[in-house]
């Protein structure tokens, strides 16, 4: 008999994020430890959850959406984006060239310039520029 033939392709399974605040690997979920319903997708929380409350949404593919992020920041990204929508959605931008200006603004490339990868002092100068542009569009 001859040996099986190894495939040397392993399916690309997406990596596992770290929680930036406690250096734990994050674990997929379904969202049912979070919210206690699959509805909201699947998202990647800390391993040390809930005693370390720290978790990001993930895209359909299991992708990480951002970084992990902890209440504060959590809180702190959803009034980014509250701020950031309307620029785009009843500007005259579209959301790519709000991005851009946006990234442009607080001095970012960018490829990187993603609410979801913000951090705490990222999201206060996002949310100010925002804030600004939409009193003074
Ligand atoms: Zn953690």
């Known amino acids: 008999m001859y040996p099986k033939r190894i495939a040397k392709k392993r399916p690309t399974k997406p990596q596992s994020p770290m929680c930036p605040y406690c250096g734990a690997v994050a674990i997929v979920d379904d969202g049912n430890k979070v919210y206690q319903t699959t509805a909201h997708g699947p998202m990647w ?3 040390n959850y809930p005693d370390c409350d720290a978790y990001v949404g993930a895209h359909p593919d299991g992708k990480p959406l951002g970084t992990l992020a902890n209440a504060e920041l959590r809180r702190l990204r959803q009034q ?3 701020a950031f929508n309307p620029i785009w ?3 005259a931008l579209s959301r790519g060239e709000a991005y851009g200006w ?3 603004a607080m001095g970012l490339n960018r490829q990187t ?3 979801g990868q ?3 002092e990222q999201c206060k100068q996002a949310l100010e520029i925002c804030q600004e542009k939409n009193a003074n569009p």
């Open 80 to 82: 980014v984006h509250k």
């Open 89 to 91: 959605k009843d500007g």
């Open 118 to 120: 913000f951090d705490v």
């Open 113 to 115: 310039a993603h609410i």
């Open 102 to 104: 946006l990234a442009a």
């Open 45 to 47: 929380i800390c391993a």
